[in-house]
């Protein structure tokens, strides 16, 4: 076990420990030193202070002390490194003063502490202090590159509703297969379907079909209900995006509560990467959800964009913004993949595909609508403008 992380803390615990050890055990390997053994301790203030008092005769808290167990002559290439302790108070204060996430902030510590274990210093000379600046800003970047899975924005298109018009008739048409061909051929990097408990747009047939044609990536949006599920281990599509579902509603409402069924999502989850199918959660852009997400091991989390499209004023939509950009920051610093949807359209897209942070965006309804009018290639043309239109 090279990393032993533990936390020491009396309040809920603000950060994902699994989050943590993940960055950790890329830490070490992108220092070389993934044969040993690094120990990280998250306190609070007043833990903080006292080892500060202890060890280095200062007093209040500060934000990271190292240990180092590589001090003195008798240590070898694979002796442990030894303690990192970071006050997780002091973290959350600097991390809101600098505008970044928890997460960020508490990683930019976890690498300073990391290069003091490895022999580095600040305090010896302005030389030594700008060669470990220097070290910990390449450190981040190639964290950061290594959690970043796709350079690009991806636009995978939900084709229900082209099934949803084609039961109106109870017919064969339109086909959201033949409507999938399309979106491939248009430029669309995926397709998403959501299979209902109630069937009332894509029918099992539908999957199946689309699994064989389906040329780029098939994401089977669902409930966590026993058949869906057993259907989806059938079909294996490419990734599965677990949904609320109510029968009553119109389209999927809300995101999951995670937090409050970790136990149910965990179970469900290890069932679909034990089949090799990555996971996504659906859910608000709450940090106490991508948080949770994170524990219960889902691979993806996708950002619920619905309150941001349906703000009734500017100053409401910019507010629902910066919540989906936060917690998409957040989910990516945990090390999530991140995709978002819902309710996007023509106007609303752009700005979420600027986000450095989103993977896939999921749009359905504004395509479909749009289509109507100007036919699928073109009002798939029309919305990959608006996704590669970022940054
Ligand atoms: N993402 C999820 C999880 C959804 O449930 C839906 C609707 O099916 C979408 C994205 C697409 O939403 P829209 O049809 O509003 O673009």
């Known amino acids: 076990m090279p990393v032993l992380i533990r936390a020491d803390y009396p309040n809920p615990l603000p950060i994902s420990l699994s989050a943590v050890r993940e960055a950790a055990i890329h830490l070490l390997a992108l220092c070389g030193q993934e044969q040993n053994d690094w120990s990280i301790l998250l306190v609070d203030d007043q833990q903080m202070a006292h080892l500060n008092q202890q060890y280095r005769g200062k007093k209040g ?93 991806n636009l995978a298109i939900n084709v229900d509703h082209v099934a949803t018009l084609r039961q109106a008739r109870g017919i064969a048409e339109p086909d959201p297969v033949l409507a999938a061909g399309i979106c491939e051929l248009a430029g669309a990097g995926g397709i998403v379907v959501h299979l209902r408990e109630d069937r009332r747009h894509i029918q099992d047939r539908d999957v199946y079909l689309l699994r064989q044609t389906v040329k780029t990536k098939l994401n089977l949006e669902m409930g966590a209900a026993k058949e869906i599920i057993n259907i989806a281990l059938d079909v294996k599509p490419d990734m599965v995006t677990l949904v609320p579902e109510k029968r009553q509603e119109l389209t999927t409402e809300g995101g999951l509560n995670v937090a409050g069924q970790k136990k149910k999502l965990a179970s469900v989850i290890d069932k679909f990467i ?31 964009t619905g309150r941001y499209c349906d703000a009734a004023s500017e100053e409401e939509r910019s507010k629902e913004f910066d919540l989906v950009a936060t917690a998409a920051e957040e989910a990516f610093e945990m090390g999530l993949r991140v995709n978002a949807g819902h309710g996007l359209n023509y106007l609303t897209t752009a700005p979420v595909a600027a986000l450095g942070t989103i993977e896939e965006l999921s749009i359905g309804h504004a395509i479909m609508a749009r289509a109507i009018f100007v036919g699928l290639d073109q009002a798939v043309r029309e919305m990959l403008a608006q996704v590669v239109a970022r940054g």
Request: charged share 30%.
């Open 61 to 153: 808290p500060t934000n990271v002390l190292s240990f180092s167990l590589r001090e003195g002559e008798d240590f070898t290439a694979d002796s442990p490194l030894g303690d990192v302790v970071i006050s997780l108070d002091t973290t959350a204060r600097e991390a809101l003063n600098n505008g970044i996430t928890l997460h960020r902030r508490l990683k930019i510590l976890m690498i300073h502490g990391l290069l003091h274990l490895l022999g580095q210093d600040h305090e010896r000379s302005d030389a030594e202090a700008d060669a470990m600046e220097a070290a910990e800003r390449q450190l981040l970047r190639r964290l950061d590159k290594k959690q970043r899975k796709e350079p690009m924005t």
């Open 274 to 304: 034990a089949a090799n199918i990555p996971v996504s959660l659906f859910i608000d852009p709450d940090a106490k959800q991508v948080k949770a997400a994170k524990e219960v091991g889902a691979t993806f989390v996708e950002i619920h």
